[in-house]
């Protein structure tokens, strides 16, 4: 196998290979993934005992991937840390080790305050813009916009779906009301874009139909929270986001933001497609005026999408 060079290369390929290691290779391939600091860091004596094999498992894991030894795949996970002043995925398990286990509402208020900053600092420093720009370009080229989510992760996708229906794009939530989600994302086809989030233990119905609007030829924008998950394979463009946690209940603050940024730079590339026209509702999506301009949301009844699949003209 051929030696990867850079960080984002090799987390790639470990994603991809991920379903045909053995076991144990697996275990080491999922804490590289969550843990890539001490990968760089760490001696192959310690790293072994906190992902639970032995030395000569990392070394061969190492080779698998075509690096001489352990040493040498070091050096790209070293890599990853030059210029970052700071390690964000440490600050956030510091910002939840912290001191005393909250108990009081206003202790577990400064503790989402204090681990979500944290949060939002590692989504700065981690999301690549160009792969902002490629989302966006994703969101403004297709012809209707279906966003899939389920459980922890809905409330991003209703946001997703209202932020692009006020800025007139054909949004379509599958929701599966009724059980009809396979239904609703059959309107999907090979000119249109599904927006999938889904965080461990990721949701069945929201593989499912991601899984079946891929095989269409539908592209695939992926919000998750691992490069091992199942989304990022079948994703013309994967986000991967870590968000602050107490007690296995993990906020959504980092997704939430990434989602609004993603929302208001189409809206930026929608009214620059337009001089001298304001895209519908991007400045203010609940119908707030500026200045004597007294303009509504867009609420183009024409374009409207049904819950039901239906034909192209």
């Known amino acids: 196998m051929e030696r990867k060079e850079t960080f984002d290369e090799l987390k790639l390929q470990i994603s991809s290979e991920h379903g045909k290691l053995s076991k144990r290779l697996r275990q080491i391939a999922e804490f590289a993934i969550a843990e890539p600091d001490q990968m760089a860091l760490e001696t192959v004596a310690i790293i072994g005992k906190r992902a639970k094999v032995q030395p000569s498992t990392l070394i061969r894991f190492a080779k698998h991937f075509g690096y001489d030894g352990f040493s040498d795949m070091q050096r790209v996970f070293r890599s990853r840390l030059i210029d970052r002043a700071l390690t964000y995925s440490q600050r956030i398990r510091e910002a939840q080790a912290e001191g005393v286990v909250p108990t009081l509402t206003g202790d577990v208020l400064a503790h989402f305050v204090e681990a979500d900053h944290a949060a939002l600092q590692h989504l700065r420093a981690e999301i690549p813009p160009a792969d902002l720009d490629v989302a966006v370009e994703l969101m403004a080229q297709a012809e209707i916009v279906g966003v899939v989510a389920q459980r922890r992760s809905f409330p991003i996708a209703a946001y997703l779906a209202y932020g692009l229906t006020h800025l007139g794009r054909r949004a379509h939530l599958i929701d599966g009301i009724g059980g009809m989600g396979a239904e609703q994302a059959r309107l999907l086809g090979s000119r249109d874009l599904l927006i999938a989030i889904s965080h461990k233990p990721y949701a069945p119905e929201t593989l499912d139909t991601v899984a079946a609007a891929a095989e269409r030829g539908v592209k695939i924008l992926a919000m998750t929270d691992n490069a091992l998950s199942p989304l990022p394979p079948l994703a013309a463009v994967s986000f991967e986001v870590e968000e602050a946690s107490l007690h296995g209940i993990r906020s959504l603050t980092a997704s939430m933001c990434l989602a609004v940024t993603l929302v208001v730079g ?48």
Do not use: I, T, W, Y
């Open 266 to 313: 189409l809206g930026q590339k929608l009214a620059a497609a337009k001089p001298g026209a304001e895209a519908p509702g991007a400045l203010a999506f609940d119908g707030a005026k500026s200045g004597n301009n007294k303009q509504s949301v867009a609420k183009p009844a024409s374009r409207k999408v049904s819950g039901s699949p239906r034909r192209r003209p």
